[in-house]
């Protein structure tokens, strides 16, 4: 992807190493529109900062195939929760970039705009930046400084596991619904805050799966349509296109490579 001056110089980090125990099946490997959840937040964040991407797993995980230049790291301890992920995470990335995108493996509708603003929102002096978004902390959909790794590691071996213990010891900027779509962007491609619907069980997943794929616009011979489409593959396939290595991709005028499983989002352009 060609760096833009609006993706910011942040890390991208998932968090993939959760139990998946109300789900009761590895939420990473959930199949989503010919790729898998893991696979789309991976690839989101990709789009959405110009600094690496890491997805931290549990010990000995299993992950699903993921875009290129997305490394993995491991939690040095498992059960431990989303802290101890957290903390894995930032130290990753710590010497590559000051700030972080960190969000969870479950959240099929994350859109870059919802990834730009807060990490846009994150001021010098702040140390995180905690959406608090449809009625709920949102703290695996928040902008942190790498530099809290150290931080965390402390709460972690003093026994707080709770990501709100770390709120307590360090400066957190809070956005609520208002303030997260004074951005136009955001309030124009998720205006309803969809960014931080997570599925933790199998009907979450049932229900998130039916709903219709992102509208976005393909253009193919100098005629533009609008289609549905949640992947590149399924916008080539929506004009009678089928990918190969040879095919031109540009995504909003970035090109692109001709991946099948690249995420599509509301408000995408995708020209071939």
């Keep these: 992807m060609t760096w833009r001056p609006d993706r910011p110089a942040a890390a991208g980090v ?23 959840l893991l696979h789309r937040a991976a690839a989101i ?22 875009p290129t230049d997305v490394s993995v790291v491991e939690d040095p301890v ?10 894995a995470g930032l130290a990753a990335v710590a010497d590559r970039a000051e700030t972080a995108f960190v ?3 479950d959240m099929p509708f994350l859109h870059p705009a919802f990834v730009r603003r807060v990490l846009r929102a994150l001021p010098a002096g702040a140390d995180v930046v905690l959406p608090v978004a449809r009625g709920f902390r949102q703290p695996l959909a928040a902008a942190y400084r790498t530099s809290l790794a150290r931080l965390v590691d402390d709460l972690l071996a003093e026994g707080d596991l709770r990501p ?10 809070r956005l609520d619904d208002e303030q997260l779509l004074a951005d136009a962007e955001l309030a124009r491609s998720d205006p309803e805050l969809e ?3 997570n599925v933790n069980s199998p009907d979450d997943y049932a ?6 794929q992102p509208g976005i616009v393909v253009e193919h011979d100098h005629r533009p349509r ?21 095919v031109v991709v540009t995504l909003n005028g970035d090109r692109v490579a001709p991946d099948e499983r690249l995420p599509l989002v509301a408000g995408d352009t995708v020209t071939f």
């Design 207 to 212: 229900v998130a799966r039916e709903r219709p």
């Design 226 to 246: 609008r289609v549905r489409a949640a992947t590149l593959g399924a916008a080539a396939t929506a004009v009678g296109l089928v990918l190969h290595p040879d």
């Design 103 to 105: 969000c969870s493996t």
């Design 14 to 36: 998932v968090l993939a190493g959760g139990r998946s125990t109300r789900m009761g099946r590895s939420k990473a490997w959930l199949e989503w529109h010919g790729s898998t």
């Design 195 to 197: 960014s931080v619907v």
């Design 45 to 66: 964040l990709a789009r959405s900062v110009a600094g690496p991407v890491v997805v931290v797993a549990a010990p000995g995980q299993e992950l699903p195939p993921l």
């Design 78 to 87: 498992e059960g431990l929760g989303p802290m101890q992920g957290l903390a």
């Design 164 to 173: 709100g213990m770390l709120f307590q010891h360090c400066e957190v900027v």
